[in-house]
């Protein structure tokens, strides 16, 4: 019996799940109007784009704009810090959320672990703007940080903020404060899928709870662990602009300006929209490249992919 054609399944299919399809209309058209058609305004980097010209009249100027940007001063910060605090991110904010969970999991008392997951979670609903603002108060020269360091270890203030060797521990470690909590559920989530014989198998065979942590918690959850890892490499090359905006300041640019905050200047503030378009372009293309390897890797590693 002949195979029905792909179009007259899907009508089938659609007849049979119309309410669902309905249910994802409103996803689809999201995607459309703010993510796929703007696409056609990316031709502008490659254009001298005016906007008294307009999109089709301004002149065609072919990859100068990504020649300007690769021969320009700022390149190589530009990359070395986004490359940089993507890194520093995936190694210390990433796994803080997969630890938080093992140790949750540990957890006998629901009282005592509800109480830490509530106060780990609560940071995340606190505003970017209300964060850095505590970390200005906190760490300013005559901030409760610095009073501290010298009333009780004498030493002199240390203005964190305008110093570009902080930056990165700063942005770091507030990171992981305000996202370990609610990073941890999803990874609560996978190990409350693991079958629980396992664990009471293991309990048989004399393993302790180290033993059942290595071995079975952590293979339950990598799974999840891998496919969030593809997720935050696809995003390896936008790190969190907003926050940047609101922490920098011209005295540490050396380590904290990145791609999104040097597109931000250019194309929003100086009205180079064009040569802001190409370098975004360009930060795009490096992410989707890193997903795709990412996700390549991991088909040929384990089970757990994307697509």
């Known amino acids: 019996m002949d195979r029905p054609s792909f179009g007259k399944r899907a009508v089938s299919d659609f007849r049979k799940n119309k309410t669902i ?3 994802l209309l409103p996803v689809v058209l999201y995607y459309l109007v703010f993510h796929y058609a703007p696409m056609y305004g990316l031709q502008i980097a490659f ?30 910060r ?13 190694i210390m904010a ?16 629901r009282a005592f672990k509800r109480a830490i997951q509530t106060i780990t979670y609560m940071p995340h609903f ?3 703007v209300v964060i850095v603002g505590f970390m200005v108060d906190f760490l300013e020269r ?22 570009p060797e902080w930056f990165r521990t700063l942005y770091i470690s507030s990171d992981i404060w305000q996202n370990v909590g609610w990073s941890s559920i999803i990874f609560l989530a996978a ?3 693991i079958d629980p014989s396992l664990y009471e198998a293991s309990k048989i065979d004399g393993a302790n709870r180290w033993k059942q942590t290595l071995h079975i918690t952590i293979p339950g959850m990598m799974s999840t662990v891998i496919i969030l890892l593809i997720l935050q490499i696809g995003h390896f090359m936008s790190v969190g602009m907003d926050k940047i905006l609101l922490m920098y300041n011209p005295a540490t640019y050396e380590t904290a300006d990145v791609i999104q905050t040097y597109v931000f200047r250019k194309g ?3 009205a180079g929209y064009s040569y802001s378009a190409a370098v975004g372009l360009f930060n795009s293309v490096i992410s989707f490249v890193l997903l795709i390897v990412a996700n390549a890797i991991a088909r040929k590693t384990s089970e757990a992919r994307l697509w």
């Open 142 to 163: 005559n901030g409760l940080i610095n009073n501290l360091l010298t009333s009780v270890f004498g030493i002199e203030p240390i203005p964190f903020m305008r110093q």
């Open 47 to 76: 254009k001298d784009y005016s906007p008294m010209k307009g999109l089709t009249e301004s002149q065609w100027i072919g990859f100068n704009h990504f020649k300007e940007f690769f021969d320009s001063f700022y390149f190589w």
């Open 78 to 90: 530009l990359l070395r810090n986004t490359i940089l605090l993507s890194v520093y991110s995936l």
């Open 126 to 128: 606190i505003s970017l």
């Open 94 to 109: 990433f796994p803080a959320g997969i630890v938080l969970a093992l140790l949750l999991n540990e957890i006998r008392s």
């Open 268 to 270: 929003i503030l100086e």
């Open 21 to 23: 399809y309905l249910m």
């Open 191 to 193: 190990i409350s899928n």
